[in-house]
């Protein structure tokens, strides 16, 4: 788990994974892309698992098994952390349309 | 032995020679790598050819650069920087032909090294350089055209049994044993057409 | 919008370089510069010191050029184009070890979040499927 300073606070949420093959390629690639839009810290986790993944790290994200139907948990910290949130659980929600 | 160094001359010879043996060479390289060396070394040397006029009209070293310039342009394929950095290397050891053979190997080191450098390889792992090393070690000791030969010669019979580390031959690892190397073919043919132009002389 | 590093893709086969090149702009985007070559020149398989050169010039940036290549032959011809490239270019330009099209798409990824040369290097050496 990261260590936080007393400040700042994990802003939460999920969404399903509409996707019938999961977390494939090439949505791996957008929610990198899209978290690193973003100066807060990002991290993912898939459902059932304790170990959150670094959601910037192409590499992590492509190696993160997230199955269909199941929701991917989303956390951010730091200053713009709620848009970051919001905006990877739109991503899910529209299934990554662009 | 050492005259002027026709440059046209072993020019001609070298393109000829490898012209009169692609097939050969595409033969070694389809047992053992991916087919295109005797095209590619056509290429290479037909455009050297093409340019020979000019090329021999500079001074020796930098005629040198040029032909090895033109062949890394021109070659395409693995060999080509690695001839290429042969020549560029003996062009920038100096602009002046070698007048005595001792400063022929010095000048054919520098090349052998570039070439070493370029593949990061040297004699053993079944390549070009198992002709070239030899060579260049027959031009320090001071050998005669016949020993150069012989070493060429050697060189590339001992690619014969070596199982291939570098190059497109890697991938096939134990069953590279038992052929020559096609690279280490085209070099002992380029040393003895370089040798029967300095014969003639 | 800031620079980014740009992607060159080194193939012995033209289609194997295009097509990588249509797979990282399918799935990064169009905000990271990529150009592609391939084929030797005549309409077969190799590679051709003449058209990298121009592939990484037609993209470069003093932020940095990430090379992509496949067996041996691109690899070395790519060297040679890298040491042709006038006033110390070369310096920004470096050949990612890693497989080309897993590469390409990892190093454009980095790229596409702003990073630095080395960063986007290490990113596509780092993928293991």
């Known amino acids: 788990m990261k260590e936080l300073e007393p400040a700042m606070q994990w802003v939460c949420d999920a969404a399903v994974i509409r996707d019938p093959t999961g977390l494939h390629a090439r949505p791996a690639v957008k929610l990198t892309k899209l978290a690193k839009t973003f100066e807060a810290a990002v991290e993912i986790r898939a459902d059932g698992r304790n170990d959150w993944t670094n959601a910037k790290s192409p590499n992590k994200v492509m190696k993160l098994k997230a199955a269909h139907g199941e929701p991917l948990h989303i956390r951010a910290a730091g200053c713009d952390a709620e848009a970051a949130v919001a905006a990877l659980v739109a991503l899910l929600h529209r299934d990554f349309v662009d | ?201 | 919008m800031t620079d980014t590093v740009s992607i060159v893709i080194v193939s012995h086969s033209a289609d194997v370089a295009k097509g990588a090149a249509d797979m990282v702009r399918q799935m990064v985007g169009d905000e990271v510069r990529v150009a592609f070559c391939g084929g030797n020149g005549e309409g077969g398989l190799g590679t051709d010191v003449a058209a990298i050169l121009a592939a990484i010039e037609s993209v470069y940036t003093p932020k940095g050029v990430a090379v992509l290549v496949d067996l041996g032959g691109a690899e070395t011809n790519s060297e040679m184009a890298i040491e042709m490239l006038a006033d110390g270019r070369g310096d920004n330009v470096r050949i990612c070890n890693a497989p080309i099209v897993e590469g390409a798409v990892m190093a454009a990824t980095e790229a596409a979040g702003g990073a630095a040369l080395p960063v986007v290097c290490a990113t596509a050496e780092d993928f293991q499927a």
């Open chain 2, 1 to 201: 032995m050492m005259g002027e160094l026709p440059i046209r001359r072993l020019i001609e010879a070298c393109a000829a020679t490898v012209a009169a043996h692609v097939e050969e060479l595409t033969a070694l390289d389809q047992a053992i790598g991916d087919g295109d060396h005797g095209l590619n070394m056509q290429r290479g040397l037909k455009a050297v050819a093409e340019a020979a006029e000019e090329i021999a009209a500079l001074p020796f070293g930098k005629a040198l650069h040029k032909a090895g310039m033109t062949l890394v342009m021109k070659v395409g394929g693995a060999s080509g920087p690695l001839y290429g950095s042969l020549f560029m290397a003996m062009g920038k050891a100096g602009d002046e032909a070698p007048a005595a053979p001792a400063r022929l190997a010095e000048v054919f080191a520098a090349g052998v090294e570039a070439v070493k450098a370029r593949g990061k390889s040297d004699a053993g792992a079944k390549t070009m350089l198992d002709v070239l090393v030899p060579v260049q070690a027959a031009l320090a000791e001071g050998g005669d055209i016949a020993a150069v030969r012989a070493a060429a010669d050697g060189g590339l019979a001992a690619t014969g049994p070596l199982r291939a580390t570098k190059g497109r031959a890697a991938f096939l690892g134990e069953r590279s044993i038992g052929h020559l190397d096609p690279g280490a073919r085209s070099s002992a043919l380029l040393v003895h057409a370089v040798c029967d132009v300095l014969e003639e002389e």
